[in-house]
Nanobody, 121 residues
Framework: QVQLVESGGGLVQPGGSLRLSCAASGSIYSINNMGWYRQAPGKKREWVATVTRDGFANYADSVKGRFTISRDNAKKTEYLQMNSLKVEDTAVYYC???????????????WGQGTQVTVSS
């Protein structure tokens, strides 16, 4: 089985920074795109950022210039560095990865359990 485990959420004041991590484990042959999504109370889950295996990144307009997504392929881990945080960034953040499993060579999407980020004074 494949698991994604997030860490790094918490409470931060507006203008502060947090770094989220997401580590993949299990019977993994390869990982294609990795990404982050978030869901605020009463809202739909929205895409935040994606990074390709080669390190090319794309961002939602709402976080561009403030957030940086990256990955360490050897560690099967992705990161989200969040700077200049705003109250409206408050949400549960979920990591996502397109993983090809060793046993089947099938490519499937996997999700982490979510980590709470709260931006408040």
């Amino acid at each position: 089985q494949v698991q994604l485990v997030e860490s790094g959420g918490g409470l931060v004041q507006p203008g502060g920074s947090l770094r989220l991590s997401c580590a993949a484990s299990g019977s993994i042959y390869s990982i294609n795109n990795m990404g982050w999504y978030r869901q605020a109370p009463g809202k739909k889950r929205e895409w935040v950022a994606t990074v390709t295996r080669d390190g090319f990144a794309n961002y939602a307009d709402s976080v561009k210039g403030r957030f940086t997504i990256s990955r360490d392929n050897a560690k099967k881990t992705e990161y989200l560095q969040m700077n200049s945080l705003k109250v409206e960034d408050t949400a549960v953040y979920y990591c996502n990865a397109a993983v090809r499993k060793r046993a089947t060579m099938r490519l499937d999407d996997y999700w982490g359990q979510g980590t709470q980020v709260t931006v408040s004074s």
